[in-house]
């Protein structure tokens, strides 16, 4: 799909304008349970149950994507920690687009592949896959460049991704995603693309060894260097964001080493194959599909991109996430005047492995004097029993057409936005009830000028949709061939996914309500799990349209 819905923007830092502001789906998110939009059964329940906050149990909200269940978890937040909410408020999810290049070792041959070429040669369905043998170019804790091995690998779908601008290509990530910058201990550190700024500065490398990659160059920031100044010799000053290696070793050799854990940090960077880059700007986009991500044990960072940037693994549904995060900030036994206790907020939980599940279970137990957990699952049956009996469970329902409708209606007014009754009543159909993708739709679709029906074919990529629609009624008129070269241009020529392409073909399937439902129901989810497994697309769909050609007869 990729829609480019707000493009061209350039983030200052100290700007009044903060990236989350030009989403709309972060700019009209309800700030109360009063905001909230329908839900009116679960935020009846949830108002009297916060009346007494400090006997509020764990929560799992369950229901279909976009109805507002994390919304509802971050009203919580503010309204039981005040102001201060950010700091005793832990909610996760992340990743990177699958054209995102990885640079890995396989058997011992290195090569460069794309995050779908890795998804394609090792998912067999599911979220996660346990690649045996397979190594990713990392950085071990001396600040060393070398290849690692890897844990598992993760996808999950989103609606909207981030664009990271700099010399020498981009990097598309989701706005949860890390990456690594440097700190001014002059070590690496995380830092989530939705607390990036114009200006900033990310960590490339500047070898050559793997020749794959542009030389990044031999600068680096001076953020570090300055802290050392300013401790030892107030009397320089560096007013540059960058500095070259070799200037930064002369500055060291001037210096009494007040702090000798600081300046061993700084004096391992300059001597590291790591550099500097600057952040130009971040675009974001529409976007519906897997991002995936990389988990290294020992180093949680990989390199990713054409002129490859270090990122973080921010995947945090298996069991270290559990062990490690979790279980340190619900640690933490001190809190704030007027604190009832921690929040910790798990999105997709229902896609936590078995074993990080049993042991998020222990840590409920220990921490329920201090943290409260609140999960957050399309379906509750796939969360463990033990979890489930220690939590007070609220089901949320597919938002009503009038509510999505009047709530869209809402935005243009604000917005300044043309819109038709025809419009919003096409992008409440094309999301299916799920509100977050019917307001990012609607953003894109702004972007024409006027939200009608044409615009919103064209930022939903329903073009897309009624060509396959196309390719369905041939194979059923049992044009055979014509219709498999119609497909194979859908997937190379317009880069439609297999995915969307098997959807597609089962809404208008459906649609023509053809006498045999239940064998092409049957015939569907068949291709659709085939797909998931990983089978090879062209040869799957081929088969596909010929079983439809079989139906004609």
Same mark, same amino acid.
């Given at each position: 799909?990729?829609?480019?819905?707000? !493009?061209?923007?350039?983030?200052?830092?100290?700007? *009044?304008?903060?990236?989350?502001?030009?989403?709309?789906?972060?700019?009209?998110?309800?700030?109360?349970?009063?905001?909230?939009?329908?839900?009116?059964?679960?935020?009846?329940?949830?108002?009297?149950?916060?009346?007494?906050? *400090?006997?509020?149990?764990?929560?799992?909200?369950?229901?279909?994507?976009?109805?507002?269940?994390?919304?509802?978890?971050?009203?919580?937040?503010?309204?039981?920690?005040?102001?201060?909410?950010?700091?005793?408020?832990?909610?996760?999810?992340?990743?990177?687009?699958?054209?995102?290049?990885?640079?890995?070792?396989?058997?011992?041959? &290195?090569?460069?592949?794309?995050?779908?070429?890795?998804?394609? $040669?090792?998912?067999?369905?599911?979220?996660?896959?346990?690649?045996?043998?397979?190594?990713?170019?990392?950085?071990?804790?001396?600040?060393?460049?070398?290849?690692?091995?890897?844990?598992? /690998?993760?996808?999950? =779908?989103?609606?909207?991704?981030?664009?990271?601008?700099?010399?020498?290509?981009?990097?598309?990530?989701?706005?949860?995603?890390?990456?690594?910058?440097?700190?001014?201990?002059?070590?690496?550190?995380?830092?989530?693309?939705?607390?990036?700024?114009?200006?900033?500065?990310?960590?490339?490398?500047?070898?050559?060894?793997?020749?794959?990659?542009?030389?990044?160059?031999?600068?680096?920031?001076?953020?570090?260097?300055?802290?050392?100044?300013?401790?030892?010799?107030?009397?320089?000053?560096?007013?540059?964001?960058?500095?070259?290696?070799?200037? $930064?070793?002369?500055?060291?050799? *001037?210096?009494?080493?007040?702090?000798?854990?600081?300046?061993?940090?700084?004096?391992?960077?300059?001597?590291?194959?790591?550099?500097?880059?600057?952040?130009?700007?971040?675009?974001?986009?529409?976007?519906?599909?897997?991002?995936? %991500? /990389?988990?290294?044990?020992?180093?949680?960072?990989?390199?990713?991109?054409?002129?490859?940037?270090?990122?973080?693994?921010?995947?945090?549904?298996?069991?270290?996430?559990?062990?490690?995060?979790?279980?340190?900030?619900? =640690?933490?036994?001190?809190?704030? +005047?007027? /604190?009832?206790?921690?929040? &910790?907020?798990?999105?997709?939980?229902?896609?936590?492995?078995?074993?990080?599940?049993?042991?998020?279970? =222990?840590?409920?137990?220990?921490?329920?004097?201090?943290?409260?957990?609140?999960?957050?699952?399309?379906?509750?049956?796939?969360?463990?029993?033990?979890?489930?009996?220690?939590?007070?469970?609220?089901?949320?329902?597919? &938002?009503?057409?009038?509510?999505?409708?009047?709530?869209?209606?809402?935005?243009?007014?604000?917005?300044?936005?043309?819109?038709?009754?025809?419009?919003?009543?096409?992008?409440?159909?094309?999301?299916?009830?799920?509100?977050?993708?019917?307001?990012?739709?609607?953003?894109? !679709?702004?972007?024409?000028?006027?939200?009608?029906?044409?615009?919103?074919?064209?930022?939903?990529?329903?073009?897309?949709?009624?060509?396959?629609?196309?390719?369905?009624?041939?194979?059923?008129?049992?044009?055979?061939? +014509?219709?498999?070269?119609?497909?194979?241009?859908?997937?190379?020529?317009?880069?439609?996914?297999?995915?969307?392409?098997?959807?597609?073909?089962?809404? *208008?399937?459906?649609?023509?309500?053809?006498?045999?439902?239940?064998?092409?129901?049957?015939?569907?989810?068949?291709?659709?799990?085939?797909?998931?497994?990983?089978?090879?697309? %062209?040869?799957?769909?081929?088969?596909?349209? $010929?079983?439809?050609?079989?139906?004609?007869?």
């Amino acid at each position: 799909m990729g829609n480019l819905f707000v !493009s061209g923007f350039s983030f200052q830092k100290g700007s *009044e304008l903060e990236l989350r502001e030009l989403m709309w789906i972060e700019k009209y998110r309800p700030k109360t349970l009063d905001e909230v939009i329908d839900q009116e059964h679960v935020v009846s329940r949830l108002k009297k149950l916060l009346e007494t906050p *400090e006997e509020m149990p764990h929560l799992l909200f369950a229901g279909p994507p976009g109805t507002g269940k994390t919304t509802v978890a971050l009203c919580i937040a503010r309204q039981l920690l005040g102001e201060r909410w950010g700091d005793y408020t832990l909610e996760m999810n992340a990743s990177v687009t699958p054209d995102t290049p990885i640079l890995v070792r396989e058997e011992g041959r &290195i090569g460069l592949k794309s995050m779908e070429e890795l998804a394609r $040669a090792y998912f067999k369905g599911g979220k996660y896959a346990y690649p045996r043998g397979l190594e990713v170019l990392s950085v071990d804790k001396s600040l060393r460049i070398r290849f690692m091995p890897v844990r598992n /690998i993760s996808r999950h =779908r989103v609606g909207v991704i981030s664009k990271l601008k700099f010399k020498g290509g981009c990097v598309k990530t989701t706005l949860d995603h890390s990456v690594m910058v440097i700190g001014e201990d002059g070590m690496p550190k995380a830092v989530r693309v939705s607390q990036l700024a114009e200006g900033d500065k990310l960590i490339t490398f500047s070898s050559k060894r793997f020749g794959y990659w542009s030389d990044g160059g031999e600068l680096i920031t001076t953020s570090p260097l300055s802290r050392l100044l300013r401790m030892e010799r107030p009397d320089l000053s560096l007013n540059k964001d960058v500095i070259s290696k070799e200037e $930064a070793r002369l500055l060291l050799g *001037e210096l009494d080493r007040s702090d000798p854990s600081l300046h061993a940090n700084v004096e391992r960077l300059v001597g590291s194959e790591l550099s500097s880059i600057t952040l130009r700007g971040i675009e974001l986009e529409g976007y519906e599909g897997y991002v995936y %991500d /990389i988990s290294v044990p020992g180093s949680e960072v990989f390199w990713g991109g054409e002129l490859p940037i270090l990122l973080h693994n921010s995947d945090e549904r298996g069991i270290d996430m559990v062990r490690e995060r979790v279980k340190t900030f619900a =640690r933490y036994l001190n809190v704030g +005047e007027g /604190i009832p206790f921690r929040i &910790i907020i798990l999105d997709e939980a229902d896609e936590m492995t078995s074993q990080a599940q049993t042991a998020l279970r =222990r840590i409920m137990e220990e921490s329920s004097r201090i943290c409260r957990f609140i999960l957050i699952a399309n379906y509750s049956s796939s969360i463990i029993e033990p979890i489930q009996s220690r939590c007070a469970i609220f089901r949320f329902s597919r &938002i009503k057409e009038e509510d999505v409708i009047r709530h869209l209606r809402s935005i243009c007014k604000k917005e300044g936005i043309e819109c038709t009754d025809e419009g919003l009543k096409l992008i409440y159909e094309t999301s299916g009830g799920d509100l977050r993708q019917a307001i990012n739709i609607l953003q894109a !679709s702004s972007t024409f000028g006027k939200v009608d029906e044409d615009s919103v074919v064209k930022a939903a990529g329903l073009a897309g949709k009624e060509k396959v629609g196309e390719v369905v009624r041939l194979a059923l008129k049992g044009r055979f061939t +014509e219709a498999r070269n119609r497909m194979i241009e859908l997937l190379r020529v317009y880069g439609l996914s297999e995915t969307d392409f098997i959807k597609y073909a089962a809404e *208008e399937l459906f649609k023509l309500k053809l006498k045999n439902e239940d064998r092409i129901a049957k015939l569907v989810a068949e291709y659709d799990y085939r797909l998931t497994v990983g089978a090879h697309p %062209d040869i799957q769909l081929t088969a596909f349209l $010929a079983e439809l050609a079989n139906l004609s007869k």
